[in-house]
């Protein structure tokens, strides 16, 4: 069946990634590496358009180079279940690498602001629920409204803890749903943060927010008209939100796709298992993340887009010898405006001929929130021509060409509208 072909095609392109990223490292951590009088740390790379606030790191140890002395002389934290070296990294800039000890730790706990229940009271959250999901026709593509009316709870699952330690608690609950289906959840909370997986929620809007690519929709939490009533399944891609004045909830997530806000109630779907045309459809293992992330502030005034986008691309991270004076740490890009968010960084499709250490690359933008204005994109490589382009990296017609500044710091200004895909082709060089 299509499911078979599909499998292998994904561990194919999976294989190919990986190869070309480990390669890609190799050659970027050499050029950061010290040979002389070099120790020993973890060098993070955020590839996203924000800062990386928190996170906890895995490096493998037995990636570290035996006989070089730590730097920062204190050894990792904790160690995984899986014998890797949990570190803890913070202020990163967006789109740039830093180096870290290993031994690296909060100054101090991370205060809580806020005296905000996000789960509504007497309501439990994380509650796995099963539905009857028999639709009139077209079973793995229909799913119909009456479902929800025929629902029970998974029951409650045993508990047991797996890690425990100053960086990071992972709990493994462990449902057994039939004789021979479970579900194993891992609620991990982490020295950088605490993410809770929890849908009645004490928030009080008649309508709900969910990613699209390059945006946002917004679709009722009531059933007050029949059109209404047919949007009761929304598609969203990282996140959905709920909001109010001053106070918000977002359930973010890695891979699934289909939500659904009712009231204060919001559900994620995680599996279906239709018996047509295919009657063994999603019978394999499957692995998903997803958190609650209460904010501050209605949907416009938080930073969700960040948070949603830095849970689906965590920081790279990997062990580098660097010299102690002379930590690695390059910012390659910034942008003024958190709105306006640098999605794709890359090589030019067809690159312009050019002269030797001179490269033609691509950067791709999107407004995310609704807004209008001008971001100011800096850049630590020599800019010797900024022009936007199309899609396809063809210039238009009218040039597009960007101003770039003339002074010491390299840096151009990029107008944009609510929404908007902009696309700009640098020709850079080292300084």
């Known amino acids: 069946m299509v499911y078979d072909d599909a499998i292998r095609f994904y561990q194919d392109v999976e294989s190919s990634g ?15 590496s010290n040979k002389k009088e070099s120790v020993q740390a973890v060098t993070v790379i955020n590839t996203t358009s924000w800062p990386l606030d928190a996170e906890i790191v895995e490096v493998n140890v037995s990636e570290l180079n035996v ?13 995984s279940k899986a014998g890797k070296a949990l570190v803890y990294v913070d202020n990163v800039k967006p789109a740039a690498v830093q180096s870290y000890a290993l031994g690296n730790k909060p100054d101090g706990f991370i205060p809580v602001t806020g005296r905000h229940e996000s789960i509504a009271p007497d309501q439990l959250g994380n509650v796995f629920k099963i539905f009857e ?9 229909d799913v119909e409204v009456y479902h929800l009316e025929k629902g029970w709870n998974a029951g409650v699952g045993i508990a047991t803890l797996e890690e425990s330690g100053p960086l990071r608690t992972v709990i493994t609950v462990k449902h057994q749903i039939t004789p021979n289906s479970t579900i194993e959840q891992k609620i991990i909370i982490t020295a950088a943060d605490a993410k809770k997986v929890e849908f009645p929620l004490n928030v009080n809007c008649d309508y709900a ?23 009761f399944e929304v598609c969203g891609h990282r996140y959905a939100d709920l909001s109010e004045f001053g106070f ?24 279906r298992a239709p018996k047509g045309p295919d009657d063994t459809t999603d019978m394999e293992v499957h692995n998903f993340k997803y958190a609650l992330y209460p904010h501050k502030g209605s949907f416009l005034e938080s930073d969700v887009v960040k948070k949603a986008y830095q849970y689906n691309v965590k920081p790279i991270a990997h062990p580098a010898l660097i010299n102690p004076v002379n930590l690695a740490a390059a910012q390659f890009f910034s942008v003024s405006e958190t709105n306006f968010v640098l999605d794709t960084l890359k090589l030019a499709e067809e690159p312009r001929k050019t002269s030797v250490g001179v490269f033609d690359i691509v950067l791709r933008f999107y ?42 710091i390299d840096s151009f200004d990029v107008h944009f509208e609510p929404f908007k895909i902009v696309t700009v082709r640098l020709l850079v060089s080292a300084k």
């Open 18 to 32: 990986n190869k070309l990223k480990k390669a890609a490292l190799s050659a970027f951590m050499s050029s950061l």
């Open 133 to 141: 999901d028999i639709p009139i026709s077209w079973d793995a593509w």
């Open 367 to 408: 407004e995310a929130y609704g807004g209008r204005g001008k971001a100011t994109v800096i850049s630590i490589f020599k800019v010797l021509e900024a022009k936007q382009s199309n899609l396809l990296e063809d210039f238009e017609e009218d040039g597009g060409k960007v101003k770039v500044t003339d002074d010491k």
């Open 248 to 271: 918000g909830v977002a359930l973010l997530n890695d891979c699934k796709y289909g939500y659904s806000t009712h009231g204060n109630v919001m559900r994620l779907s995680l599996l």
């Open 209 to 231: 927010t969910y990613e699209t690519q390059f945006g946002y929709i917004q679709r009722p939490t009531h059933y007050n008209t029949s059109w209404d009533l047919a949007r």
């Open 67 to 79: 006989g070089v002395p730590l730097y920062g002389g204190a050894t990792w934290q904790q160690m």
